[in-house]
């Protein structure tokens, strides 16, 4: 078992017991899904698939790559348009 890496610095993720944050919300989310259709033990148990899925995803690409990808698609408040970088005025 590798060890877990205690947050020393204030911009690291939030860790809850030895998972940080980003880690334990699919098992959360599926759990109370799971709880809500009677179907607890499958849905945890997809939980953690997903979280499995989303740690080899991002052990494998640089930190912030997810928040760069949601910007990009148009999720977190920006869009794939720019203003043409060779106007010479933006507005007339």
Do not use: Q
């Not at 799971?34 to 930190?63: E, Q, S, W």
């Amino acid at each position: 078992m590798k060890p877990v890496e205690i947050p020393r610095r204030i911009d690291d993720p939030i860790h809850a017991l030895l998972w940080s944050l980003d880690e334990l919300l699919p098992i959360s989310i599926g759990m109370v899904v799971g709880v809500m259709l009677g179907k607890a033990a499958i849905c945890t148990l997809i939980g953690f698939g997903i979280t499995n899925l989303y740690k080899r995803f991002r052990d494998n690409h640089p930190d912030g790559y997810m928040f760069h990808s949601l910007y990009w698609f148009g999720v977190m408040g920006g869009s794939r348009s720019m203003i043409n970088p060779y106007i010479r005025r933006l507005y007339p």
